[in-house]
């Protein structure tokens, strides 16, 4: 599968976006779906996930109440609506996809499909 991020760009202190993943193939829909990011000298971290077969979703605690993870099957599409957003959020999103598997969802390793990433910049 190939995936495309969209949606970045800069937004204030307080604002919103939400980033799109495209994904290529017809099998969409067997894919759990994750968001990373990695903002400059730091490692990849995990920001959001949502399951193939249960949908549920999987947020670390620094966006949770914040961002919500979705997904349309029929469009091959997966979001990431941000709220409240931070300086600290500021990073490069990626979106990653991994067939048929709901283990581990929020390690990097646990992905073999990634995009190639959004920028994010929160001003203050």
């Known amino acids: 599968v190939q995936l495309a991020e969209s949606g970045g760009g800069l937004v204030q202190d307080g604002g919103s976006l939400r980033l799109s993943c495209a994904a290529s193939?017809?099998?969409?829909?067997?894919?759990?779906m994750g968001w990373f990011r990695q903002a400059p000298g730091k490692e990849r971290e995990f920001v959001a996930a949502?399951?193939?077969?249960?949908?549920?979703?999987y947020y670390s605690d620094s966006v949770k109440g914040r961002f919500t993870i979705s997904r349309d099957n029929a469009k091959n599409m997966v979001y990431l609506q941000m709220n409240s957003l931070k300086p600290e959020d500021t990073a490069v999103y990626y979106c990653?996809?991994?067939?048929?598997?709901?283990?581990?969802?929020?390690?990097?390793?646990?992905?073999?499909?990634w995009g190639q990433g959004t920028q994010v910049t929160v001003s203050s």
């Open positions: 990653a996809a991994r067939f048929r598997w709901s283990s581990r969802p929020t390690q990097v390793g646990t992905y073999d499909y």
């Open positions: 949502i399951i193939w077969n249960t949908s549920g979703t």
């Open positions: 193939g017809p099998t969409f829909s067997s894919y759990t």
